[in-house]
């Protein structure tokens, strides 16, 4: 355990949280030399967790990076461990007299000469894999999909060594739902931006049941995958196969369908070799799950800083998770290139608002048992650890739910904070590649770009020395800086888009299944 030592944000912080793994017993004194210097703990206070610096009296307001986090309930002694059980939530920021683009615009000094090692698509984009996905457009085909995935995997992807994979786009939806309604876009672009992922080399394959309400047409409509060309530059027909159509006479009728229609797209991916790519290239999309008090001190801060020499070499960054930047959002329009921008973050995060105002509900449902057990008490606390992911350019610009990235630069995708339903439309955006950081520890991963995984602490990166990929918790310990670790994590990110090693996710097949945002009605 070592001697008593703590981490406090800010020099206004009236609280600070305890480093040390396994927690601090009662009458443990901190050193001269720590942040706390000469506080005394009144009880035990576990790791991550928040004891007072001073005495602070009930209504009294808990700052921690420099930003009230709530209300006292009661007194709190000096020393005395401070949970979500003593602290009141404050009120929502009010989305109106918001400060718009008025953050210093500081040159962003370019970041020259790094590349990777990937495949360019016809339509300029470059993937960091080389993949053939088989797009589906009804749930209801998804056992046939899964059973010819296999077949296609164990007979026909040792003919093509070039391909890294061949996997399902597989989901919820297509039928049942009240596809016109109001919202019911959402996850169809959703859908159809995930089959023209980068890392899918512009083949696109469908497979339909024929009666769902999603028709193949609908998803795709023609001129929406115009990367797909013929010899004479004309627009490839849709490959569709219909599970429902005359010609399949049983079920391995249809498997022979699927397999012969995937090894004509697996021969042309086989032709395709990976050269080298400027870093410009890059799709990068930011996450945090399982998060706990470390997040915003290690992780995210380290996440942070590679976000901004991917910005300055040119590359492109999403975060997200509108529920979790929510109680930063002048933070946010304050860092807008425009004020238009700024408009743009107030309209997704008002419409969330209301969202969840629907099930009588607010941001406060965001925060887990797992959160709080790892030290965040609400979800103020955890806003302003998870926002430090995204660095500290302007934000350039705004994408909707199920929207595709149109620019290059630092991009605030509006998703839901759930790990799988944020993936799910980061990739539908374009991403070719995933940051994930965690404190409490989670396999996530997915099947169509690599998922590099940060841990928060040193406990967790050994205990799971086999799903974490970067140890950020070498900063808590004092033996490594967010600069290291973020060079470390930028040079990472590289070597995976490259295809040189594998993140752990990716070597074991973590692969978890794609959840649709879907606001609209079900029939």
Known sequence: MGFPR???????????????????????????????????????????????????????????Y??????????????????????????????????????SKNKIAPLEDYFFDGYRNPDGSAGTRNILAITTTVQCVSGVVDFAVERIKSELLPLFPNVDDVIGIEHSYGCGVAIDAKNADVPIRTLRNIALNPNFGGEVMVVSLGCE????????PKGSFPIVKEADGSEKALDV????SEQHVGFMSMIDSIMKQARAHLSKLNSRVREKIPAS???????????????????????????????????????????????????????????????????????????????????????????KAGGL?????????SIIKSGSYPINAVLAPGDKVKSRGLIFAATP??????????LAAGMNMHVFTTGRGTPYGLAAVPVIKVATRTELAKRWHDLMDLNAGEIADGTSTIEKKGWDLFHLMLEIASGKKKSWAEQWKLHNALVLFNPAPVT
């Open 66 to 103: 420099n930003v009230s986090i709530g209300l006292a309930k009661k007194n709190i002694s000096k020393g005395a461990w401070i949970n979500e059980e003593v602290i009141d939530m404050p009120k929502a920021i009010s989305m109106s007299d918001l400060p718009k683009a008025t953050s």
């Open 417 to 426: 904070a759930s790990d799988f339903i944020c993936g799910t439309l980061q």
């Open 213 to 220: 309400k999603l028709q193949p047409q609908r998803l795709l």
């Open 241 to 244: 196969v219909c599970l429902q």
């Open 281 to 371: 290239e890059l799709v990068v999309g930011v996450q945090c799950g399982g998060s706990d008090a470390f997040s915003g001190v290690t992780a995210n801060p380290v996440v942070g800083f590679a976000t901004d020499l991917l910005i300055r070499a040119g590359a492109t960054v999403m975060f997200s998770e509108v529920s979790e930047v929510r109680d930063g959002v002048d933070q946010l329009t304050a860092r807008a290139q425009t004020p238009e921008i700024a408009d743009q973050i107030v309209e997704q995060l008002n419409w969330f608002d209301d969202y969840l105002g629907q099930g009588n509900t607010d941001r406060s449902a965001n925060t887990t048992p797992g959160n």
């Open 6 to 64: 703590s981490i406090k944000i800010h020099s206004s912080d009236n609280v600070a949280i305890v480093a040390n793994s396994g927690g601090l017993q009662k009458g443990s004194i901190f050193l001269h030399e720590d942040a706390a210097s000469g506080v005394e703990l009144q009880e035990f206070v576990p790791q991550g967790h928040k004891f007072a610096l001073e005495d602070i009296k009930q209504g009294e307001e808990i700052y921690r």
């Open 377 to 385: 008490s609400n979800i103020v606390e955890k806003a302003m650890g």
